[in-house]
């Protein structure tokens, strides 16, 4: 049979390994915790620029949309002239109409794409 060896694991050391272990379980504890921190502002980072992008997105739908509807009445109102006077009036109309639409939905779109862009730096800072 052998023999036990006599020898052991001084005090000191086993107290420095367990304060080792420790410090690295917390160590890695904070790294999680910086982590899912970091991952979360990203998700809602990410989240805030969705929601800007779909808002300017169906703003672009809904000119679109508009400007679309606005020239086939033009064309409907051309192709119903029975003047050329007629048709330069309405064709003046149309255009006086989407300037003032064009400015209009530029201001709009300046706004919404601000209304994002103060979103997404507001989410950057929390």
Aim: hydrophobic fraction near 45%; charged fraction near 30%; proline fraction near 1%.
């Amino acid at each position: 049979m052998a023999d036990k060896t006599t020898f052991e694991i001084p005090e000191q050391m086993r107290v420095f390994a367990d304060k080792s272990v420790d410090q690295a379980k917390k160590a890695f504890d904070d790294f999680m915790s910086a982590t899912a921190k970091a991952v979360e502002k990203s998700e809602a980072s990410a989240k805030s620029i969705q929601t800007g992008a779909r808002d300017v997105n169906r703003q672009a739908l809904a000119f679109l949309e508009a400007n679309v509807a606005a020239s086939f009445d033009f064309a409907q109102q051309l192709v119903r002239a029975r003047t050329v006077e007629e048709i330069g009036q309405i064709q003046q109309a149309f255009l006086q109409k989407q300037t003032e639409a064009a400015q209009s939905q530029g201001r709009d779109m300046a706004d919404t794409i601000g209304k994002a862009a103060a979103d997404m730096q507001q989410q950057a800072k929390k």
